[in-house]
């Protein structure tokens, strides 16, 4: 694999491969000192046109803990301010020396353009509304393992659950989960769906809470109001939001999760860490597995993880 | 002047279609029949194998000059729209400045005549600055020979500016040309609403934002009696709104785009900004409504909407990154590949149709017949061809016709008596 860009562009057999390698990565992360050389040498630049704190810090422990070096490019103070084109900012970092580029960006697709003006990999940390294929790798995994599904996901119940319409998150999870076999329901008023999906929709979260394997609560924008998407986010809380009610409905087993930044009170309207499915810290924490898994993948050219020079 | 003379040409033109050489002398048509021969000093044109028609008109085309001559200036844009087989151009007027004064029009116009390629005819603004809030001075254009007035780019929004605007140019023997989009509905859009824009994560540009804008001025055409001619058609629903509207005998004419008979929004999978156009690549369905506009006649004419942007503002993300595409240059060629019509109607429909319409038939789309102006165009309907955009005369590069098969090219160009085009390279 050159790049990693999106779930559907991997494909199934990359996904099952990065999932086991993810394992011995978990397995690298739990030891004393969780270090292997395997990237030794190698270069990892994170590109973010976007703030995004934890996204970044995850890739770059997850390059440290390979030996990678890394450089972090942020937006705020470089010469994109001064009017330099997003090819000239690339081009100049791959001059450089770069052997990965993480990228975020507010813009869809911009990864693909990327890719056409550097020969390194393109590593995709979240474009636009499109994709965030590590976040679906470690949503996976977090569950594979939750769930002790380390094979396939077939019969699953996974509810996404909010604004889909604007989530990366979600259009690469429901590709993610779909390819592992999961059947995969949207939950959502129709403002904030896709305006074309094939996926099977919700209106109402109540009719399926009870059967749900695993229920993914997406971040509610406030914005999303002044857009008269929803009229008010306490009527969002009503009719979506993981209250109290609809937590103890959940069946015993069944995971709850959340890619992060969440609204308290809002679709997570009970405290999470009373819940015990909810595995939103294992989420953070396999992050890093999955992303060194990643990046082992692209940068490795074969070499064994714990191969010394 | 020396005279030229074409040999061995289909001539074809509103009146039908004949084997005839055809004579030019003094800037016009001075013979026509079969086995003409050379006189001394004429310039012998090959048309063996091709046809002889009037010259192409498009009513839309945005040579950024005065403003964005990076992208192009009216000599370059002119010059591509000679290698397309054009010899009458409507500069659009969202320039900087805009074409909302005699000043600028007479600019625009001057410009056109030095480049010497073909008839530049701008086009004036509906309002001021296409702000949409003041009226243009449209009298005052259209005494200074304006005849079409847009604010394309833009549809105007209000729909009392609008009601105001034809019910003033009714008098005036213009015609309102209107880019339907209602911009509330599009904030933020990037390509069609629909399946490919939802899997994708772009913003998406709905049918119903073009439809409700064309639906609306029809309307405002009933109630004034104006006539609007409607840009770029992009939706099967429009299609069916102005079919619905000709049968009702309202003076509402529509053009179309080479892009939206032969492009589709599954092209935006790759997230290449050269299929970012307003309106946005639509689906298959779309497509083959307007194809079939055009061959019913609902759709009068093919325009190019050729939108030269330079290479860097191409290249910023989607969102960003403007929209258009080029036309002049492959307008004729992506026509016959795409259209299942006789050669004749696609003619019809880059030549005496849209003529019609911009107000320049007494010079564009005239039969080839003694007398007339000799401003002809010679193709050859059957050579398959591709896009080489280095050999491109547009200044700019964002053709996204690159690798597919092309069908029929244009050999000869003749402007006003003499050659624009020769053997498909233009003569200056």
């Known amino acids: ?309 | 002047m020396s005279g030229i003379l074409i040999t061995g040409g289909n001539v074809i033109d509103r009146t039908g279609e004949r084997r005839a050489d055809v004579r030019i002398a003094g800037g016009i048509v001075s013979e026509v029949g079969q086995g003409l021969t050379a006189a001394d000093g004429e310039q012998m044109l090959d048309a063996s194998g091709c046809v002889v028609s009037p010259g192409f008109v498009d009513l839309h085309a945005h040579l950024r000059e005065p403003g964005t001559e990076e992208a192009e200036t009216i000599e370059t844009g002119s010059r591509a729209a000679a290698k397309g087989g054009y010899t009458c151009v409507v500069a659009m007027p969202n320039t900087d400045p805009t074409q909302d004064s005699v000043s600028v029009i007479e600019f625009v116009r001057r410009q056109g005549e030095a480049a010497g390629l073909c008839d530049v005819r701008p086009a004036g603004s509906i309002t001021i600055g296409r702000q949409g809030q003041q009226l243009s001075p449209l009298a005052e254009l259209a005494d200074a020979g304006v005849h079409l007035f847009t604010d394309d780019g833009d549809g105007v929004q209000d729909p009392l500016l609008m009601r105001r605007a034809l019910e003033y140019a009714a008098d005036l023997g213009i015609v309102l040309a209107q880019h339907c989009e209602v911009k509330r509905l599009t904030e933020r859009a990037v390509m069609h609403e629909g399946h490919c824009c939802s899997k994708l994560g772009l913003p998406g540009w709905p049918s119903i934002a073009e439809e409700l804008m064309v639906h609306r001025d029809i309307e405002l055409v009933r109630l004034t009696g104006a006539p609007v001619h409607i840009l770029h058609l992009s939706t099967a629903r429009s299609v069916q709104l102005v079919r619905a509207a000709k049968a009702d005998g309202l003076p509402v004419t529509a053009e179309a785009t080479p892009h939206h008979i032969s492009l589709t929004d599954e092209l935006l999978a790759g997230y290449s900004s050269l299929y970012k156009v307003n309106p946005p690549l639509r689906t298959m369905a779309d497509v083959e409504a307007i194809r079939a506009g055009l061959a019913d006649g609902t759709i009068d004419a093919i325009a190019t909407d050729h939108a030269p942007h330079a290479p860097e503002t191409k290249e910023q993300p989607l969102d960003q990154a403007p929209s258009g595409m080029l036309g002049l240059e492959t307008a004729l060629g992506v026509s016959l590949a795409s259209l299942d019509m006789p050669v004749a109607d696609v003619v019809a429909a880059l030549s005496w149709k849209p003529a019609a319409i911009a107000g320049v038939a007494d010079q564009h789309g005239r039969p080839v017949a003694p007398g007339e102006p000799a401003n002809l165009t010679v193709f050859d309907p059957n050579v398959e061809w591709q896009v080489v955009p280095t050999q491109l005369a547009s200044k700019s590069r964002n053709t996204p016709y690159v690798g597919l098969p092309l069908r029929g090219k244009v050999k000869h160009t003749v402007w006003r008596g003499s050659a624009t085009v020769l053997d498909g390279v233009a003569t200056r």
């Open chain 1, 1 to 309: 694999m050159k790049h990693f860009r999106s779930v559907d562009e991997a494909g199934p057999e990359a996904i099952r491969r990065l999932l086991d390698l993810a394992d011995h990565m978990a397995e690298v992360n739990r030891r004393p000192n969780p270090k292997v050389p395997a990237l030794r040498g190698k270069t990892v630049c994170n590109v973010f046109f976007e703030d995004s704190t934890r996204t970044r810090l995850s890739f770059e422990t997850a390059a440290k803990r390979l030996s990678a070096d890394t450089m972090n490019f942020s937006v705020s103070s470089s010469s994109v301010n001064k009017g330099e084109s997003l090819r000239d900012t690339i081009e100049t970092i791959a001059a450089m020396g770069v052997d990965a580029f993480v990228i975020r960006h507010k813009s869809s697709g911009v990864p693909w353009q990327i890719a056409e003006w550097t020969n390194a990999s393109v590593i995709n940390a979240g474009d636009g509304w499109h994709a965030h294929p590590t976040q679906a790798l470690l949503d996976c995994y977090t569950i594979r393992t939750a769930l002790d599904r380390p094979d396939s996901f077939d019969g699953l119940k996974i509810a996404i659950v909010g604004d889909i319409k604007h989530s990366r998150v979600a259009r690469s999870d429901i590709r993610a989960f779909t390819m592992l076999g999961a059947d995969v329901m949207l939950v959502a008023p129709r403002t904030l769906l896709p305006p074309d999906t094939d996926m099977p929709v919700v209106t109402e979260l109540d009719d399926i809470i009870g059967e749900l394997d695993v229920i993914y609560l997406l971040r509610m924008q406030q914005e999303r109001m002044t857009e008269s998407l929803v009229p008010s986010l306490r009527e969002y809380t009503t009719r979506f939001g993981l209250t109290p009610e609809r937590a103890r409905r959940l069946p015993e087993h069944a995971l709850i999760m959340h890619p992060g930044p969440m609204n308290r009170g809002v679709e997570m309207a009970v405290d999470p860490s009373e819940l015990p499915g909810s595995v939103i810290l294992n989420q953070v924490t396999n992050g890093i597995a999955v992303r060194m898994a990643v990046l082992f993948d692209l940068l490795g050219s074969g070499s064994n993880l714990e191969e010394n020079e």
